[in-house]
């Protein structure tokens, strides 16, 4: 294999696949083509041929474009660059913005009625004015690696390449402004950029030793650490914390119960749940970085009956299930459980874990559509139905989408 790589093709893909990769077929072959969109015929160069039943290729150039094809919103990954020098990062930013939203609703319909034989009407909904800037300017953090001249830039696409740039179009205003572009940084990896909610901009160079911020939510504020996880879309929050809230059915939900909030970062899920439901509600979230388990336990401190602990997920799990009382189970099964586990999902252990605590309802965030659906359908062989799913447009001009899916105990 090899001979192939360089070669250029012509084709016509006709689908989406996840990983936002268009699809088409050269001679009986699948072939994956990066920078094109479905129904365009495109000159694409093969940059992959080892595997038998498929190339992959990038776009060199589009023969017939599509309606919904864009200018790039970022010019160093525009098509008229060379493949191995475009920018990674904004894969879907030559696409017109609703019309990523239709190939991000045609990936995770796709996916639960493949691997979990369910239709879906989902849609992907855009938020809060995103629109009126065409999808930029939603990023609050931005990580940029350093090249061997101590540039810094974004990895190519596929490739440990980094492409050094001027700009970060994805990013807010604050992030633009404080990203050193012209500046050198040899003796570093990575440079991230973060302008949170709670304060002024900042740098974090390399494996720099972590500082407290804070994150504003609502009327709440958040404390973690700068080089800990936070929602990256300035709005994404605000609109997963309304999600998640809407996302419980109140029928179900016993706030004197063992309610669980897992994979649960600095407390922000398990706050809103708290936030819905009042004082009493009891609720543990379950978190396996140990400095975010001690800002979750602050966040929660109002709450006499929150609480949070250290621990991967899957072992919490397996010593909660082996040392449960008849009391404990029972409390268990008046549960809600929310999970917003890593773009791997939550998986076949944990998913059978949960399930076997016979849980009322578990109301799961999933970044990754397929990961979700094969999450759903091993909760459906446990007794569980999906009883309500919406997913938001939280990483405008990727690939990435974000869904809030509610599971019910049949």
């Known amino acids: 294999m090899g001979e192939h790589i360089g070669t250029e093709i012509e084709l ?14 050269l001679d009986g072959r699948v072939v994956f ?19 038998k039943s498929f190339w992959r290729a990038d776009a060199i150039e589009v023969l017939s474009p599509s309606e919904h094809r864009r200018d790039h919103i970022w010019g160093a990954a525009a098509i008229d660059r060379d493949p191995r020098g475009r920018a ?6 030559h696409i017109a913005l609703e019309h990523q939203r239709e190939l991000k609703r045609q990936v995770l319909a796709e996916a639960l009625q493949r691997m ?7 849609v992907v909904e855009a938020l809060p004015g995103d629109d009126a800037v065409n999808g930029l300017g939603w990023r609050t953090r931005i990580r940029l690696h350093v090249d061997d001249q101590g540039r810094l830039g974004p990895m190519a696409s596929r490739s440990h390449s980094v492409i050094p740039v001027t700009d970060a179009p994805l990013a807010t205003p604050a992030v633009q402004a404080a990203a050193p572009f012209a500046e050198r940084f040899l003796g570093y990896d990575t440079v991230d950029v973060l302008a949170p909610s709670g304060g002024d901009a900042r740098l974090v160079l390399g494996d720099q030793k972590p500082t407290v911020i804070t994150e504003r939510v609502g009327e709440r504020v958040f404390r973690l650490d700068d080089t800990g996880f936070w929602q990256v879309h300035r709005s994404a929050a605000v609109a997963l914390t309304d999600a998640v ?6 029928s179900l939900f016993d706030p004197r119960a063992d309610n669980l909030d897992l994979y649960g970062g600095v407390g922000l899920l398990a706050a809103a749940v708290a936030d819905r439901f009042g004082a009493s509600t009891r609720i543990t979230s379950v978190e396996s970085d140990e400095r975010a388990t001690d800002h979750a336990s602050e966040n929660l401190a109002e709450w006499l009956g929150a609480s949070a602990e250290s621990g991967r997920v899957d072992r919490w799990l397996r010593s909660l299930a082996s040392s449960a009382s008849a009391g404990d189970r029972g409390r268990l099964r008046s549960a809600t459980v929310v999970l917003d586990p890593p773009r ?5 252990e944990v998913m059978g874990l949960l399930t076997s605590l016979e849980p009322a309802q578990l109301v799961y965030v999933a970044c990754d559509p397929v990961a979700l659906a094969r999450d759903v359908a091993l909760a459906a062989q446990a007794g569980y139905s999906l009883s309500r799913i919406r997913a938001f ?14 599971l019910v105990r049949a």
Do not use: N
């Not at 990674?88 to 930013?93: L, N, P, R, S, V």
């Open 393 to 406: 447009d939280l990483f405008p001009h990727t690939h990435h989408v974000e869904a809030v899916a509610t």
């Open 88 to 93: 990674g990062g904004a894969e879907f930013g």
């Open 245 to 250: 809230q809407q996302a419980i059915d109140e």
């Open 12 to 25: 016509t893909v006709d689908k989406i696949a996840h990983g936002g990769i268009a699809v088409g077929r």
């Open 344 to 348: 791997s999902g939550a998986g076949t």
């Open 33 to 51: 083509v990066s920078d094109a969109i479905p129904g365009e015929t495109v000159r694409a160069r093969v940059s992959d041929d080892r595997k």
């Open 116 to 122: 979990a034989g369910l239709e879906s009407d989902v």
